[in-house]
C-alpha cells in the first residue's frame, strides 16, 4: 500500500470529507448564481421544481390501485347508526354513549346496539387498521356481585364489544385492543348529571388505514417483491455508488497534491498525523 493510500485510510481521511464538502459548497453556489441571474418567470418554474422534487406530501408509486384514506365524512354504512365520528390524524374516532349500547350497569349489548356493531363490522371488513375498544364511565361508584369497581365494568364493556365483532364476523382478533378507563377520562365535568353522561361513553379507534386492492388487469404479472427482499440489492447499489464516489474524491485529492508540488508547496505528514506545508526545492 502506498503511503498516499496509507493517508487516505488513516488519520487522513478526513480530507476526503473535506474533499467532498467543498465540491458540495461549489455546486452550490453555482446554482443559487445561476438561479440568481434568471429571469423571473424561469427562476419561479425552478422554485417550483424544486418543491415538487423535496416535497415530502408527494403520493407514493403503486403497482396497483389502492383505496383512499377513509374520512369521517366517508362512512356511508355508518350514517344510520348512533356513532359519532371524528378523524383526527391516523385515526378515526367512532364515539356512542354507553346507554345504547348497554344497560346501566351491564356489559350485556343490547339488541339495538348488535345492529349496529353489524354496520360497523362491514365497514371494518374494508380496512385493516387496528382497533381499538375503549370503555368510559362516569364516577359514581359501582359494587355489584358482577362488577367491583368502574374498572372492571368499563372493561367489560370493552372486551364484550370485541367479542361480538371478532365472534360474529369475520374480522382477525389481532386487530383488536379492549382498553377500560374507568373514570380516569372524563371528557365533561363529573359534578352534573349532563357530564356525567357524556363520560359515559364507549370510544372505537380505528387506524386509518386503507385495504389495498390488487389490480384488475394484474394476469401473471410477478407481485412486487416484499421490502425484505429488495434490500440487499439496495444495499449492493448504496455500496457501489459510495466506492465510485471514494474513488474520485481520492483522485480529486491526487490531483490537488500534484498540483500543490508544482507550485512548490509540498505537504509533509507529521508524528501526530497532521499536516506540515512548506516550499519545494527551487
Known amino acids: 500500500m502506498s503511503s498516499r493510500q496509507q493517508q487516505l485510510t488513516g488519520p487522513d481521511r478526513w480530507q476526503i470529507s473535506y474533499a467532498d464538502l467543498l465540491t458540495l459548497l461549489l455546486g452550490f453556489f453555482i446554482v443559487m448564481y445561476a438561479v440568481a441571474s434568471m429571469e423571473a418567470d424561469k427562476k419561479a418554474e425552478v422554485i417550483t421544481a424544486l418543491q415538487e422534487k423535496f416535497s415530502s406530501t408527494k403520493a407514493p408509486e403503486s403497482n396497483g390501485p389502492v383505496t383512499p384514506a377513509l374520512t369521517s365524512g366517508d362512512i356511508p354504512l355508518l ?60 364516577n359514581q361508584p359501582i359494587n355489584t356481585a358482577q362488577y367491583a369497581n368502574n374498572w372492571a365494568l368499563s372493561s367489560a364493556r370493552a372486551v364484550a364489544i370485541v367479542n361480538y365483532l371478532t365472534l360474529n364476523h369475520a374480522i382477525q382478533g389481532t386487530r383488536f385492543r379492549a382498553v377500560g378507563f374507568g373514570e380516569y377520562s372524563p371528557v365533561a365535568d363529573n359534578s352534573t348529571v349532563a357530564g356525567r353522561q357524556k363520560n359515559r361513553r364507549v370510544v372505537i379507534k380505528v387506524e386509518n388505514k386503507p385495504l389495498y386492492i390488487a389490480p384488475v388487469n394484474a394476469g401473471n404479472s410477478a407481485p412486487k417483491a416484499p421490502a425484505s427482499q429488495t434490500a440487499a440489492p439496495q444495499a449492493a447499489t448504496a455500496s457501489i455508488a459510495l466506492s465510485k464516489n471514494l474513488e474520485a474524491t481520492t483522485q480529486k485529492i491526487n490531483t490537488l497534491a500534484e498540483r500543490l508540488k508544482t507550485k512548490g508547496i509540498d505537504p509533509a505528514r507529521k508524528a501526530n498525523g497532521g499536516l506540515k506545508f512548506t516550499g519545494g526545492e527551487e
Open 79 to 138: 350514517i344510520d347508526t348512533e356513532f359519532e365520528v371524528e378523524a383526527q390524524g391516523e385515526w378515526l374516532y367512532l364515539e356512542v354513549a354507553s346507554e345504547t349500547v348497554f344497560a346501566s350497569g351491564s356489559a350485556d349489548l343490547k339488541t339495538s346496539a348488535k345492529q349496529q356493531l353489524d354496520a360497523l363490522a362491514d365497514w371494518l371488513a374494508t380496512t385493516e387498521g387496528v382497533v381499538e375498544i375503549e370503555g368510559h364511565t362516569d
